[in-house]
């Protein structure tokens, strides 16, 4: 990987602490992985870097609900944070902020990599928009390239496997935030049905309640539920109380919810894997 670009995770952005720590952790490990990797390529022995340490030159993450201002310690990669909405800025003023200290650091260009896992209006829609607000501004500066969202690599579906394999039931439900885009619910379904699930969205149809009803009418005793998010937060959590509820309709079925994807070496592999592909 080129010293020579830099690079910037975004998400959608959040009040919630949680998520905040949460990119702060895969931030850090984003930042050792970018080291390493240059390390190796440049025959570098490098210094252990400290769970501790600030950003240096090379990388820009954003994600949800939380942006810093990355510092420049020039032993390592550039990792920053910053997100869609809910930050003091908009998004597009956020990276040419970074653009601008990512050019100083002799970075050529940005590319930005959407931690989102649907293809939704934020990722058809807002980011391109954004991005392009962005470019306006930084002219010739640095060129800014948008690479494929999160959830638009095929090897999420592993990760989600192993996702299942801490989970007990006799059926299974895949649930995301759900978007009323078209062709959106057809690829949440393709997901669900490699994993060999049925899909349910928090926001539209098919709800939770409607799936869980039919599984359990078909006999099932015990159901697990993936939740097809990032990390823990507002929405999770509102999750674990409708269960709650639909324990008390279906008292016969014992459901099982899982935990959001969270952060893991698994998630920085597959952020990784999409910068190398473009």
């Known amino acids: 990987m080129s010293p020579s670009s830099a690079y910037l995770l975004i998400s959608h952005g959040s009040h919630d602490l949680r998520p905040q720590r949460a990119m702060e952790q895969l931030a850090q490990l984003l930042r050792i992985r970018l080291a390493s990797q240059e390390a190796r390529a440049t025959e570098i022995i490098l210094p ?6 600030s950003s240096g030159d090379g990388d820009l993450l954003t994600a949800n609900g939380f942006s810093s201002q990355p510092s420049t310690v020039n032993s390592q990669p550039l990792v920053g944070t910053a997100t869609l909405e809910l ?19 002799g970075c050529k260009e940005l590319k930005l990599l959407p931690l989102f896992l649907l293809r939704g209006v934020h990722v058809m829609e807002d980011i391109p928009w954004q991005v392009s607000l962005a470019q306006q501004k930084l002219g010739s500066e640095i ?37 009323s885009r078209p062709g959106v619910q057809e690829e949440t379904g393709a997901v669900a049905n490699q994993l060999g ?3 349910a969205d928090w926001s539209v149809q098919p709800s939770l309640w409607e799936q869980v009803s039919i599984i359990a009418n078909s ?15 507002r929405i999770t959590d509102a999750i674990a109380q409708m269960l709650l509820e639909i ?9 099982n919810l899982g935990k959001p994807i969270g952060v893991s070496e698994a998630l920085v592999d597959l952020i990784m894997d999409g910068i190398r592909q473009q």
């Open 87 to 105: 930050a003091d800025i908009p998004l597009h003023e956020q990276i040419v902020r970074f653009a601008q200290l990512a050019k100083g650091a």
């Open 143 to 179: 060129v800014i390239h948008l690479l494929p969202h999160l959830g638009s690599n095929p090897a999420l579906v592993r990760l989600l496997t192993n996702q299942w394999a801490k989970l007990d039931g006799d059926a299974k439900i895949l649930l995301s935030h759900g978007t």
């Open 247 to 255: 324990q008390q309709k279906f008292p016969q079925v014992q459901l």
């Open 197 to 199: 699930a049925v899909a």
């Open 48 to 53: 252990k870097i400290s769970p501790q340490g």
């Open 219 to 233: 006999g099932a005793k015990r159901i697990a539920i993936l939740a097809y998010f990032l990390f823990e937060g």
